[in-house]
């Protein structure tokens, strides 16, 4: 029996010595071998096995990886381990510092990696870690992980957005966080991806919250809350919970709010896997409300609770911000000044570096209840206007971004009366002035709002005024050029051409043949050159067979093998309209051979019911098109722009680096 025991410990012990086996076989090479890629083999086992094992481990010996494969130029295996070290040194050693440092040495090499993946993941990891640090940083971050992703990384886009939008929001940038969430939501939809898209419904109804529309982002809330019920997804409730706690906060319902703050704290009890950040905000708020009522055994619960989790708040400027906060009121409560001065700085001091206006506004207003409480009434004075000054700031802002809000998602019909509903909300922020600050408010509000929308209509007016002269004169100038081309082909043609043939012909008279021949090439020459001035086969031949024989003209004088479907599109245009086609076809076909490096292209022209679609694709070396578009030395794009708009069609283009161009065109028949 004894020994069946034995044997039984031994079967259960085994496979965690065959585990630590391993892993002290894999270290050894990795710490003893010179050969590196056997040394880069053995640190990818390690650190394939160390995540949930021993992060120090996986963090060592990530960076080793990551150092080692920059030495031998493998730049797409360091960007890999780079992307995967920053959730642990941002979510388990709140170091997010290092992990931006990591990732920078890592884009320093951007311009050789290739994989859109990996491009635009660098920038989404390192806006991550910027997130607790820097909401302006990673805003950055995530647009250049936007620009980066190609098409086939929709899901990561879809989650960048996510997070543009959640740092947008945090830093008040309304209609921008908007746009963000809405456009997450959309990919979201597409993906069938319902956990994250509930996360974009979420952000917007922040947006609703940090603009006073308390009532409308409450019944928002609460259909989330079912629909997160309905599909299981109930750890998601608490952060919901923990908002709602926010908006009764502002409104100045304290009961509610602490209604709403137990409820997400007891979410955090049933969720094992809660949100570390989550937890911090919610005790801190707790640990408020209680130093506000006076209940101070129960606040000095709160503050104990969230010092024995230092290890999670520190490194997170967001959660440090709010112990700070929290660890500040409860000392100018209990009388100990001393303490709150040193919280209230650095509450001021983390506000400051996080750039976030709301907890810039709760320090100084800190900062001035703890100088009053010390009779020092100047500073306390001082943070209080600071305050303030704030405060009108949001007040302004929050203004500008409700007219924008109501131009852009609310129906017509309801503006008016939406933006009575939006003053009223803002007032309920003002409840702690006199009543003229609040009288003032009004008038202010209803000033700002006034000269706001003949601010916007104005500008919208000009903006599109602007907009047609600017297309009027690309189109004018487009056709002078045009003139000037027929006119400068012409006389080549009529005069130059004449009198290259009445020279030929007096060399025939004279039988120099070698003089007639140079003659024969330069009226080709000439010829030719008049050619491209002027297509003037479009009016002996018709759009169909000028475009054809320009075709076959870059065919047989080429390198460029071109094949084509060209259905017949005479007379469906007037003849300026015509040429404008030809230009397009023409200098797209020249752009593919002096840029492409492309052996084939192909030509289609197809005749829809009230358009005709044209669409040219090579298979040459590609190109960014953003890039390609705003360089100012390229003008052969906007060049191909300004005719499509003056057809008053379309031009999309397909492109990317190493796989080939396509552009497609349609132009309505008119």
Do not use: W
């Not at 006199?434 to 408010?441: A, M, P």
């Not at 008049?530 to 390198?559: C, M, V, W, Y």
Request: proline share 1%; with cysteine.
């Amino acid at each position: 029996m004894k020994n069946l025991l034995v044997f039984f410990a031994f079967i259960l012990v085994y496979p965690f010595l065959g585990y630590s086996q391993n892993m002290q076989y894999y270290k050894s090479i990795a710490d003893t071998t010179h050969n590196t890629l056997l040394k880069l083999e053995a640190l990818d086992s390690v650190i394939s096995k160390s995540p949930t094992k021993n992060n120090d481990a996986f963090i060592d010996y990530s960076i080793q990886y990551i150092t080692l494969a920059k030495e031998i130029d493998s730049i797409n295996l360091a960007a890999k381990k780079a992307m995967d070290l920053q959730y642990i040194l941002t979510t388990y050693k709140n170091d997010p510092k290092k992990a931006v440092i990591i990732i920078d040495e890592i884009l320093e090499y951007k311009n050789v990696i290739k994989d859109s993946f990996l491009l635009g993941g660098l920038y989404l990891k390192r806006g991550g870690a910027n997130f607790g640090i820097n909401y302006i940083e990673a805003i950055k971050d995530y647009s250049n992980a936007i620009n980066n992703f190609g098409e086939k990384d929709s899901i990561y886009i879809a989650d960048t957005y996510l997070f543009r939008g959640q740092a947008n929001s945090n830093l008040g940038n309304f209609v921008s966080a908007s746009n963000d969430y809405n456009s997450a939501h959309l990919y979201y939809e597409k993906l069938k991806d319902y956990e994250y898209m509930q996360y974009a419904l979420q952000g917007n109804i922040t947006m609703y919250s940090m603009n006073g529309f308390y009532d409308k982002a409450k019944k928002e809330r609460d259909i989330l809350i079912k629909k997160l019920i309905d599909l299981n997804f109930e750890k998601n409730i608490g952060n919901c919970y923990f908002n709602q706690s926010l908006d009764y906060k502002k409104q100045g319902y304290k009961e509610k709010q602490f209604t709403y703050l137990k409820k997400a704290d007891s979410m955090l009890i049933l969720n094992k896997n809660y949100n570390k950040q989550e937890f911090i905000v919610i005790h801190s708020s707790l640990a408020d409300y209680y130093s506000d009522k006076n209940e101070y055994k129960k606040a000095e619960s709160q503050i104990k609770l969230l010092d024995s989790k230092k290890e999670i708040i520190f490194g997170n400027l967001f959660a440090e911000t709010y112990y700070y906060g929290s660890k500040g009121n409860y000392y100018i409560k209990t009388g100990d000044f001393k303490q709150a001065l040193v919280f209230a700085n650095k509450k001021l001091e983390t506000s400051q570096k996080l750039n976030q206006t709301e907890d810039l506004m709760d320090a100084y207003l800190l900062k001035s209840e703890l100088f009053y409480n010390l009779k020092d009434f100047k500073k306390s004075l001082e943070n209080k206007n600071k305050y303030y000054a704030i405060k009108d700031s949001i007040f302004n802002q929050k203004s500008a971004n409700s007219l924008a809000y109501y131009q852009t998602l609310y129906e017509t019909e309801k503006k008016e009366k939406d933006l009575v509903e939006k003053a009223t909300s803002i007032q309920l922020l003002e409840k702690d002035n006199d009543t003229f600050k609040k009288l003032s408010i009004i008038i202010g509000v209803s000033l700002v709002m006034f000269f706001g929308i003949i601010l916007l209509v104005r500008i919208q007016r000009n903006l599109k005024n602007k907009e047609k002269l600017q297309e009027k004169y690309s189109q004018s100038l487009l056709q002078s050029q045009e003139n000037e081309r027929k006119r400068i082909s012409k006389d080549l043609h009529d005069g130059l051409g004449q009198k290259l043939l009445l020279i030929k012909n007096k060399l025939i008279q004279s039988s120099n043949n070698s003089t007639k021949v140079i003659v024969d090439e330069t009226i080709e020459e000439l010829r030719s050159i008049s050619r491209d001035l002027h297509p003037f086969q479009l009016q002996e031949l018709g759009i169909t067979k000028a475009i054809e024989f320009t075709i076959n003209q870059i065919d047989e004088n080429t390198t460029l093998f071109i094949s084509s479907e060209i259905e017949n599109i005479d007379n469906l245009f007037a003849k300026d309209q015509e040429v404008n086609i030809y230009r397009i076809v023409q200098e797209s076909l020249s752009n593919i051979i002096k840029h492409s490096k492309a052996e084939a292209s192909r030509v289609s022209i197809n005749k829809l019911t009230n358009a005709i679609a044209i669409s040219i694709k090579d298979n040459g070396i590609g190109y960014n098109f953003s890039e390609k578009f705003t360089d100012s030395n390229s003008l052969g794009l906007k060049t191909l722009l300004e005719r499509t708009k003056f057809l008053k069609g379309k031009m999309k283009v397909h492109s990317s680096k190493q796989e080939g161009t396509l552009i497609e065109y349609t132009f309505p028949i008119l």
